[in-house]
């Protein structure tokens, strides 16, 4: 699995930037749900391209029979 990170920026207005490296699909939303319910509300939300990519499971690609 790769490891997921979250880099948290605060601007000079108080303003906060979320950006998660090393998550797939809607992981990375699970990963700042609790930092957006406790500092308010999203202004923007820019999804990355690992947003749209889907995680891949290793047994299943074993269990296929490819090696």
């Keep these: 699995m790769e490891m997921q ?3 948290i920026t605060i601007d ?3 303003r906060i930037q979320v950006k ?3 998550a797939h699909g809607a992981d990375c939303l699970a990963l700042t749900k609790n930092i957006e319910d406790a500092t308010g509300i ?3 939300r820019v999804y990355s391209p690992a947003y749209y990519e889907q995680p891949v499971d290793v047994q299943e690609h074993q269990w296929l ?3």
């Design 12 to 14: 000079n207005e108080g």
């Design 20 to 22: 998660v490296n090393g």
């Design 42 to 44: 999203v202004e923007e």
């Design 5 to 7: 990170e979250m880099e």
């Design 65 to 67: 029979g490819l090696r």
